[in-house]
């Protein structure tokens, strides 16, 4: 006997109609193509944005009904039922508070305030509000790192010993990469430790579980860059011969953690590091997981791949490499068999569906706002340790999915 597929249509707001905004569009449109069975009918109402062309285009190119340069009007619109909310740094906590308020559930970028007191502000409003949160924590919906949760979970690896994680881009390797918003420091907060110590912290604590204390270090690497005017470019842009003006943040960080105790990771140390400026990796965000039987390793440059090592016998004792395949996590949903492989914007496709199951009472496999203050904290920690030259202990946040089973 069938079981009929629900119609659940939701209006969709969107504020920032850049590069990540046009991301959110794409997986809000594919999710009933790649998701039929849930019924999701997510409807495009109206984008928001400050530059008119860009406003123009989430209407003549993405299919918004229609768009605005005020993102109030976005919160303030009827047929608005969840946001996402992809604008620059500085204006994640104002529009997560203020969407909260509102009453509207919403996907929001990271870092989702400039620190841990920013983003705990939008936590408490949201809990206030009773609304439904994601966070851009895109990483953790590989289906490679998917199974390696689903590995551990089971104990497959034994007890976790020890971690190293490396976030490692090029993105700014350029000296005459031009100073954008991410490098002021009233705009963008801290530098690779919002960009991408962040997104790291979390994944780690995904995994494993809550990190409770770091010894941290910090540095500025290209320490001026060449002035671009705000609302233009990107954070890719090349000048040459520019003003040069100072860079305010960190390019590099890294540290010592420590996790709390937990079945699966009592004792469990390691290192995590960030970097932004490294030649050479493009995106190698990796993590290596060690366990008393066992061990895995993941590098997003190879997504679709997962290193591991159960056992010291045999002959095939060792690193075997794996691929993806429609047993592992989403997989199934987009590829018919291993070997083809998924993308980056598949991971948000993925996130999009989490956040939109959650809102309509589902399972709540999302990353939440719990978790972004969790890895805020983290990053907040690092930073103080840097300056301190001590450890930091850091304060376990309830209601986050560290180390959840599925």
């Given amino acids: 006997m069938s079981t009929a597929i629900p119609n659940r249509t939701v209006g969709i707001g ?13 997986a809000y449109q594919s999710l009933p193509i790649v998701y039929p069975e849930l019924g999701i009918k997510p409807r495009l109402i109206i984008a928001a944005d400050n530059v008119q062309e860009r406003a123009d285009y989430a209407v003549d190119v993405l299919g918004f009904e229609s768009s605005t340069l005020d993102y109030r009007e976005v919160l303030a619109h009827p047929d608005v039922d969840v946001v996402s909310i992809c604008a620059p740094n500085f204006l994640h906590a104002e529009i997560g508070i203020a969407a909260a308020k509102a009453g509207k559930s919403f996907w929001i970028e990271k870092p989702v305030g400039r620190g841990a007191s920013e983003t705990e502000a939008v936590e ?15 990483y953790r919906n590989a289906p490679a ?19 190293r994680g490396t976030f490692f881009a090029d993105y700014s390797a350029e000296p005459n990469g031009a100073l954008s918003w991410r490098f002021i420091r009233k705009f963008a907060g801290s530098g ?20 409770e204390e770091v010894s941290g270090i910090t540095k500025t690497i290209i320490t001026e860059r060449p002035v671009l005017e705000m609302g233009t470019g990107t954070h890719f842009a090349v000048i040459e011969g520019g003003k040069l003006e100072p860079v305010e943040n960190e390019d590099y960080a890294g540290a010592l953690i420590r996790f709390a105790d937990s079945a699966i990771a009592a004792g469990a140390v ?28 993941w590098d997003f440059e190879r997504m679709n791949e997962i290193e591991i090592a159960i056992g010291r016998k045999g002959e095939h004792i060792g690193y ?6 429609p047993s592992f996590g989403d997989f ?3 590829q018919p068999g291993a070997g083809t492989s998924m993308g980056y914007d598949d991971l948000k496709i993925v996130e999009a569906r989490k956040f939109l199951e959650a809102y309509f009472g589902g399972a709540a496999k999302n990353s939440n706002i719990h978790d972004a203050v969790s890895a805020a904290r983290v990053v907040s920690a690092i930073e103080q340790s840097a300056e301190s030259k001590k450890w930091v202990a850091i304060s376990p946040v309830i209601g986050t999915t560290a180390a959840i089973s599925k």
């Fill in 270 to 297: 390691g290192t995590i590091e960030a970097s932004r400026v490294a030649v050479g990796p493009r995106a190698s965000y990796t993590f290596e997981i060690y366990g008393t039987e066992g061990s895995l390793k």
């Fill in 124 to 138: 408490a409003a949201a809990i206030a509000a009773g609304v439904t949160t994601t966070i851009g924590f895109n």
């Fill in 332 to 334: 199934g949903s987009f």
């Fill in 192 to 211: 690779v430790l919002g960009d991408l110590m962040g997104h790291l912290a979390d994944l780690v604590q995904y995994l494993v579980g809550p990190i």
């Fill in 320 to 325: 075997q490499r794996v691929m993806a395949s």
């Fill in 145 to 163: 790192v998917e199974h390696a949760k689903e590995l551990i979970e089971s104990g497959a690896l034994g007890r976790i010993t020890n971690i």
């Fill in 14 to 26: 969107l504020i920032s109609v850049g590069w990540m905004g046009k991301v959110h569009s794409r």
